[in-house]
T-cell receptor
Framework: AQTVTQSQPEMSVQEAETVTLSCTYD???????LFWYKQPPSRQMILVIR??????QNATENRFSVNFQKAAKSFSLKISDSQLGDTAMYFC????????????FGGGTRLMVKP | GAVVSQHPSWVICKSGTSVKIECRSL??????MFWYRQFPKQSLMLMATSNEGSKATYEQGVEKDKFLINHASLTLSTLTVTSAHPEDSSFYICSARDFAGGHNEQFFGPGTRLTVL
């Protein structure tokens, strides 16, 4: 069984500044993947970044990076140089490595980037 | 990246009627597709996992006779909401998993907004 918890329902940040979204998880899988998805007002789910649990190096994708603390079961997302287009719902998710395992989503964090 | 489409994007129907939503993987074959439901300002809730050529696996609390899922081909899964009622009004999202090339990622459709009057 997997659970994903996002403790920040809403956050705001000034344009060009940095913001960190929190996520904790629990899983019984020995190997798993962690994801951050963005859902803008269009409601299209967009993959922001992915982390494989067996990799110690934190994943980065341009302005987006994660702080993966495996022992603490923490997987936070840092957005640098925030842009207005980053305004969206952000969902943290986990998935076991087995083929049949599905994504488990957190409750989401609504991020507002202010001009 | 792989593309998943949904049709229709928005549907309004009368209470008691049935509505079919299509989910297509456009440029890859998807042996597994997933159907989610999302209420306003809430997270995605998995309804069922659809495997090509076999019966769907429904999550606890989801009525399989009300939400009929068919996955007849490697590129198409359908969700039929039977005898729809206003409480079925929601945003329905499908995703498809691409196993080609060792990928294990889910790609999401744009969603379908269902309003039942």
């Amino acid at each position: 069984a997997q659970t994903v918890t996002q403790s920040q329902p809403e956050m705001s940040v000034q344009e060009a500044e940095t913001v960190t979204l929190s996520c904790t998880y629990d899983t019984s899988e020995s190997n798993y993947y962690l994801f951050w998805y963005k859902q803008p007002p269009s409601r299209q789910m967009i993959l922001v970044i992915r982390q494989e649990a067996y990799k110690q190096q934190n994943a980065t994708e341009n302005r987006f990076s994660v702080n993966f603390q495996k022992a603490a079961k923490s997987f936070s997302l840092k957005i640098s140089d925030s842009q207005l287009g980053d305004t969206a719902m952000y969902f943290c998710a986990s998935k076991g490595n087995n083929a049949g395992n599905m994504l488990t989503f957190g409750g989401g964090t609504r991020l507002m980037v202010k001009p | 990246g792989a593309v998943v489409s949904q049709h229709p994007s928005w549907v309004i129907c009368k209470s008691g009627t049935s509505v079919k939503i299509e989910c297509r993987s456009l440029d890859f074959q998807a042996t597994t597709m997933f159907w989610y439901r999302q209420f306003p300002k809430q997270s995605l809730m998995l309804m069922a996992t659809s495997n090509e050529g076999s019966k769907a696996t429904y999550e606890q609390g989801v009525e399989k006779d009300k939400f009929l899922i068919n996955h007849a081909s490697l590129t198409l899964s359908t969700l039929t909401v039977t005898s729809a009622h206003p409480e079925d009004s929601s945003f329905y999202i499908c995703s498809a998993r691409d196993f080609a090339g060792g990928h294990n990622e889910q790609f999401f459709g744009p969603g379908t907004r269902l309003t039942v009057l």
